[in-house]
């Protein structure tokens, strides 16, 4: 059987894998997929602890659902973001979006 | 080492494999198609977990709507973007330190917890899952209210993308 800590540590690495992606990635496209993939990290750790704690409670589950939700109204808005401010500017390279830098 | 934590492994692997290459590759539409890979690797996690339906709406909801739209906005942006320049920017190691502290940090926290090696129960014979979680989602006395939010908060985003991207006149 796989004890929790597995997929307690698979998920913290998944996560980091994705701040690494949003920290450091220039295209701002490739922002949104570190974040897709802290997402999922977090929703693996929600299921995971639904699971070993008390599978009756159904809590796990629906937070989970909730941040699938979330991570589609996200995805739509900073999609349409990051497409409006490529036709105005013509890049999608997040050091060169300063419109409200002052 | 027993058949289970066989596939925990090699789902592992994939979801790693496939999470560094999305962060790491040039060709945006490649990082794109890895990240399908990851999402599948964890919905395989949900059905190890006994909760099919998250994995079903993990298929559907993110590959089948996320990762598509994810490859039209990089069809619509790639032009500029195309292989040229460095994919990372200047303060990368940066990044790789920060990563590797956070991710450290995490796995002290959990080594110091007590239920961190715990072992899976048994879901009592008789309890549906699924059903639990349907009445769950529409009962006053649990979680009628996020159901409904959620439901405003993507007709929201709805409209706020489309007036986003809308080309005014």
Not at chain 1, 14 to 39: K, P, Q, S, Y
Request: glycine share 8%; charged share 10%.
């Amino acid at each position: 059987m796989v004890p929790l800590s597995w997929y307690l540590t698979l998920s913290a690495a998944l996560f980091n894998i994705g701040l690494f992606g949003v920290l450091a990635r220039r295209n701002a496209v490739a922002i949104l997929l570190g974040i897709e993939l802290m997402l999922n990290a977090v929703n693996i750790n929600l299921v995971a602890f639904w699971r070993y704690g008390d599978p009756t409670v159904i809590t796990g589950q629906v937070f989970a659902i909730i941040v699938f939700a979330v991570a589609a109204a996200e995805v739509a808005v900073g999609l349409a973001l990051i497409i409006s401010v490529y036709r105005n500017r013509s890049t999608v390279i997040a050091n060169d979006i300063d419109m409200l830098k002052w | 080492m027993d058949f289970m934590q066989i596939i925990f492994l090699l789902c592992a692997a994939l979801i790693l494999g496939a999470a560094l290459m999305v962060v790491t590759t040039r060709n945006m539409i490649h990082a794109a198609l890895w990240l399908i890979a990851t999402l599948f690797g964890v919905a395989i996690l949900y059905v190890l977990l006994n909760a099919g339906f998250l994995a079903v709406v993990q298929v559907v909801i993110y590959i089948g709507a996320i990762a598509i739209l994810f490859i039209f906005a990089v069809m619509l942006t790639r032009r500029e973007m195309r292989d040229q320049g460095p994919q990372l920017n200047n303060g990368w190691w940066m990044a790789v330190l920060i990563s590797l502290l956070s991710f450290g940090g995490l796995f002290l926290l959990f080594t110091n917890w007590s239920g961190f090696g715990k072992m899976m129960v048994n879901i009592p014979a008789g309890t549906d899952t699924l059903r639990e979680l349907g009445s769950a989602l529409v009962s006053p006395n649990a979680f009628v209210i996020p159901f409904e939010v959620a439901s405003v908060l993507l007709l929201a985003a709805l409209i706020g993308a489309v007036y986003v991207s809308f080309r005014g006149k």
